[in-house]
């Protein structure tokens, strides 16, 4: 029996080398006048915000800049940011970033056409109306925020990340230039990079999988495992960080559709009480909770072992999760991921509170199984 699925993605999507200037065209289409830039500091400083500036600058569109964004963004920045898009009479955001600035713009664009506060909307599909127009320029790869219905604002009361997944945050445009990704920094690169092998891996092992999101997350799993470790060498190498480019497209539609799991609950738990960046707290869990799905559906590890290189006609299934889940380790430690929090200085760790949270998570779910308290607290012990 064929069950029929609602495939959601951006409709439009530049990707490529010297893709950023092909935005001016959709602008222009669009007839926008006033741009509001969310962004961060850093991205102002090395100078690729005045990059996209530029070209809205050569099409005559101005500009108000809001760069107050902090990685883990909260709600507060959130609500600081709407108060200046009301002052701007901007007609457009245009977010300009990795995750954080991305995830912090689609709130903004939520809360502009429905009110509230931003916390009305964690959970699933809360919104009535779509969002204030948000073009999102990317420039890491990466969360795929900028693809994705999904985005993550931290509750600074709560001590917890806030998981909002709704159809009307989907931006109107998302461009993937990976000249813009030149020279990132090592650890974002692995960092980011894990991040998307995460959300392929994830996407596949979930229920939610079918046979067009699991296409997509393979392909994203094999650049990844080709591509993610020259990109961490060599930050100028410019077809790796294309392909990378490519493996965060693959992955973002993947999860977008199909949905996430245990790893992602946990890590947003990290990230929500010790600030830690998420691609680090996911590279860091991925193999230890993939080691435990895989006792329950260890099948579903057969497609992605043959896709980086073992020869699944030797070996079973339970072989097979394990040849992927050891190879993870191995991807982890060749781009430079702490394997433990200690190595990173993080030493008092509340795993009462994290496990609890944990299993509150909305991506909680679309794991293949729900772990107890106590479950979840031993994997946190595994990282610490």
């Given at each position: 029996?064929?069950?029929?699925?609602?495939?959601?993605?951006?409709?439009?999507?530049?990707?490529?080398?010297?893709?950023?200037?092909?935005?001016?065209?959709?602008?222009?289409?669009?007839?926008?006048?006033?741009?509001?830039?969310?962004?961060?500091?850093?991205?102002?400083?090395?100078?690729?915000?005045?990059?996209?500036?530029?070209?809205?600058?050569?099409?005559?569109?101005?500009?108000?800049?809001?760069?107050?964004?902090?990685?883990?963004?909260?709600?507060?920045?959130?609500?600081?940011?709407?108060?200046?898009?009301?002052?701007?009479?901007?007609?457009?955001?245009?977010?300009?970033?990795?995750?954080?600035?991305?995830?912090?713009?689609?709130?903004?664009?939520?809360?502009?056409?429905?009110?509230?506060?931003?916390?009305?909307?964690?959970?699933?599909?809360?919104?009535?109306?779509?969002?204030?127009?948000?073009?999102?320029?990317?420039?890491?790869?990466?969360?795929?925020?900028?693809?994705?219905?999904?985005?993550?604002?931290?509750?600074?009361?709560?001590?917890?990340?806030?998981?909002?997944?709704?159809?009307?945050?989907?931006?109107?445009?998302?461009?993937?230039?990976?000249?813009?990704?030149?020279?990132?920094?090592?650890?974002?690169?692995?960092?980011?990079?894990?991040?998307?092998?995460?959300?392929?891996?994830?996407?596949?092992?979930?229920?939610?999988?079918?046979?067009?999101?699991?296409?997509?997350?393979?392909?994203?799993?094999?650049?990844?495992?080709?591509?993610?470790?020259?990109?961490?060498?060599?930050?100028?190498?410019?077809?790796?960080?294309?392909?990378?480019?490519?493996?965060?497209?693959?992955?973002?539609?993947?999860?977008?559709?199909?949905?996430?799991?245990?790893?992602?609950?946990?890590?947003?738990?990290?990230?929500?009480?010790?600030?830690?960046?998420?691609?680090?707290?996911?590279?860091?869990?991925?193999?230890?909770?993939?080691?435990?799905?895989?006792?329950?559906?260890?099948?579903?590890?057969?497609?992605?072992?043959?896709t980086i290189g073992a020869d699944v006609k030797e070996l079973n299934d339970a072989e097979c999760a394990e040849y992927v889940i050891m190879q993870i380790e191995r991807l982890s430690e060749e781009v430079g991921i702490p394997k433990t929090l200690s190595e990173i200085g993080l030493t008092d760790v509340d795993l009462d509170k994290l496990a609890e949270?944990?299993?509150?998570?909305?991506?909680?779910?679309?794991?293949?199984?729900?772990?107890?308290?106590?479950?979840?607290?031993?994997?946190?012990?595994?990282?610490?």
């Amino acid at each position: 029996m064929t069950t029929s699925k609602t495939f959601y993605v951006p409709s439009v999507n530049l990707i490529g080398q010297g893709c950023l200037y092909e935005m001016g065209d959709f602008v222009q289409a669009a007839g926008y006048k006033k741009a509001f830039v969310v962004t961060d500091k850093v991205l102002v400083k090395t100078g690729i915000v005045q990059k996209v500036l530029d070209v809205l600058d050569g099409i005559n569109v101005s500009c108000s800049l809001f760069d107050e964004v902090q990685p883990n963004p909260t709600s507060a920045i959130v609500h600081r940011g709407l108060e200046l898009l009301n002052e701007s009479g901007s007609d457009v955001i245009l977010s300009i970033g990795g995750g954080s600035p991305q995830d912090c713009a689609k709130a903004i664009g939520i809360i502009k056409t429905n009110g509230g506060h931003i916390r009305d909307y964690e959970g699933g599909h809360k919104s009535i109306h779509r969002s204030f127009p948000v073009i999102a320029v990317n420039t890491t790869a990466g969360t795929s925020s900028e693809l994705t219905i999904n985005y993550v604002i931290t509750d600074e009361e709560r001590q917890v990340k806030m998981v909002m997944v709704d159809k009307n945050s989907l931006v109107q445009l998302s461009v993937n230039d990976p000249a813009l990704m030149i020279n990132k920094p090592k650890e974002l690169t692995a960092a980011t990079g894990m991040d998307a092998l995460t959300h392929a891996i994830e996407s596949i092992v979930t229920p939610g999988s079918y046979a067009v999101t699991e296409t997509l997350a393979l392909g994203a799993v094999e650049l990844i495992f080709e591509y993610l470790p020259r990109a961490v060498k060599n930050g100028q190498d410019i077809e790796a960080r294309e392909q990378m480019v490519h493996a965060i497209f693959l992955a973002g539609l993947a999860f977008n559709n199909a949905g996430l799991g245990f790893v992602h609950s946990m890590a947003h738990q990290l990230g929500g009480v010790y600030n830690m960046p998420h691609g680090v707290c996911n590279a860091m869990l991925l193999p230890i909770v993939e080691r435990e799905n895989a006792k329950y559906v260890p099948r579903k590890f057969r497609k992605i072992a043959k896709t980086i290189g073992a020869d699944v006609k030797e070996l079973n299934d339970a072989e097979c999760a394990e040849y992927v889940i050891m190879q993870i380790e191995r991807l982890s430690e060749e781009v430079g991921i702490p394997k433990t929090l200690s190595e990173i200085g993080l030493t008092d760790v509340d795993l009462d509170k994290l496990a609890e949270n944990s299993l509150l998570d909305a991506c909680a779910p679309g794991n293949p199984f729900m772990p107890t308290k106590e479950e979840t607290i031993k994997m946190f012990e595994q990282i610490l």
